[in-house]
């Protein structure tokens, strides 16, 4: 089998996960009524796997470094197989919460391990296309998964959704036995050191990037149903539609994005899709009564905002070359706790203002992520867009390291 094909194993693989991270947004009106609570409160669901996975990973990465990478990803799906099982077999939002707590950790472990499975497999040259590949399994999962999870749930129950992903999880791990081979362990790295990499300012500011641009995302994301809904006025159906063209969006973005990161570089993909993600996203509020004009807008949303996704993964890993798993998995935990935040804020938006006001908040996030990153690179300094040569980014490369 070719390293190409076993790439889009775990990419078919990451799309199980990301359906099971994603589909409570999809499905938060739904969750909310059947249980009893409002919707704010339902997006906690959303910031409680956040926190969870981001304090998690790192601790259960540490502890696991010296576990092959793929035995610690079939163990990890295990895992993720009981936790589905769990949200889809126990009553009561306490259950639904322990489930997806359970969920989360499992889904940063493999997440982190088969990011950096597939960086391995990669050639060189390479890398920043097998990281969108692995980035468009989830972006899948917001072009598939979320819509046939949300249509799923209208015609049969929220629930089986979750007992669905339980049983493709089982899938998942007989393909993850038969299809990807092992591959050499980084050096074990106590927690502490993991720790240190953040004294290097390249990579503190680096890591921050993730957290505006995730949190400014989040923020709009996460109460984007009820805000196609009440504000934009869609059916429920039409709601499935958006989201399908909005995944569609996602897919053609992340793979774009990791085809510009390995033609242009990193520098003037990041910055960019960053300032269009947060145009986007203003132009969305002022368009938010046209269903028409809304079609287009999340479609473009999601195109800028995923385009990042490989390019700012890649990013990190030049940042600190001989500990790729580490980078990925502090990324990782930044990431998920800008969800928290983005889906807690959202949710005092929501509740003390107005659902509208999300894209306003969120642009604002995602407009300090893209400041961060032209400060950072030098963006307006370098000249040539921004782009340092290959052997020049390499040098500066190793000289932080």
């Known amino acids: 089998m070719s390293t190409t094909l076993k790439i889009y194993m775990l990419a078919i693989v990451s799309f199980l996960v990301g359906t099971s991270e994603f589909i409570i947004a999809g499905i938060l009106d739904q969750v909310s009524s059947d249980i009893g609570v409002?919707?704010?409160a339902a997006g906690q669901l959303i910031t409680v796997f956040s926190l969870a996975y981001g304090f998690g990973t790192p601790f259960l990465m540490a502890a696991a470094s010296r576990v092959d990478r793929k035995r610690l990803m079939l163990y990890a799906l295990a895992?993720?197989?009981?936790?589905?099982?769990?949200a889809f077999v126990l009553p009561g939002f306490g259950a639904l919460i322990v489930s997806r707590i359970i969920v989360a950790l499992s889904s940063g472990v493999f997440v982190v391990t088969a990011l950096t499975v597939a960086?391995?497999?990669a050639p060189p040259e390479k890398q920043g296309s097998a990281i969108a590949t692995l980035v468009m399994g989830f972006s899948t999962a917001l072009i598939?998964?979320?819509p046939l999870g949300r249509l799923?749930?209208?015609?049969y129950d929220w629930k089986a959704?979750?007992?669905a992903i339980a049983l493709l999880g089982l899938f998942a791990l007989l393909l993850i036995a038969t299809a990807i081979p092992k591959t050499d362990n980084e050096l074990p790295v106590p927690l502490r050191q993991q720790l240190l990499l953040l004294k290097n300012p390249k990579i503190a500011v680096g890591l921050g990037i993730t957290f505006f641009w995730i949190g400014g995302y989040a923020i709009a994301y996460t109460y984007m149903s009820p805000f196609l809904l009440d504000i934009t006025g869609m059916s429920g159906g039409t709601v499935s539609i958006a989201l399908f063209a909005f995944g569609v969006a996602s897919l053609i973005g992340s793979q774009l994005g990791g085809y510009a990161t390995d033609k242009w570089g990193y520098r003037p993909t990041l910055v960019g899709g960053m300032l269009l993600h947060a145009v986007w996203l203003i132009v969305i509020s002022f368009a938010a009564h046209s269903p028409s004009l809304m079609f287009p807008l999340l479609m473009l949303w999601s195109f800028s905002a995923w385009s990042s996704g490989p390019t700012q993964q890649y990013h990190l890993i030049t940042l600190a070359p001989g500990a790729t798993s580490i980078m990925l998995s502090l990324n990782s935990s930044v990431l998920q706790f800008a969800m928290a935040a983005g889906a807690g804020i959202g949710g005092v938006i929501v509740?003390?203002?107005?659902?509208t006001a999300i894209t306003w908040i969120g642009a604002a996030g995602v407009a300090v992520?893209?400041?961060m990153a032209a400060g950072a690179f030098g963006y307006f300094r370098a000249g040539a867009g921004g782009r340092l040569p290959r052997k020049e980014e390499t040098q500066e490369n190793k000289a932080s390291a």
């Open 38 to 40: 409002s919707v704010a």
């Open 79 to 86: 895992v993720f197989v009981l936790g589905n099982a769990a």
């Open 119 to 121: 960086s391995k497999l």
């Open 144 to 146: 598939v998964g979320v």
């Open 152 to 155: 799923a749930a209208s015609v």
């Open 161 to 163: 959704v979750f007992g």
């Open 351 to 355: 509740e003390g203002s107005s659902l």
């Open 369 to 371: 992520a893209a400041a």
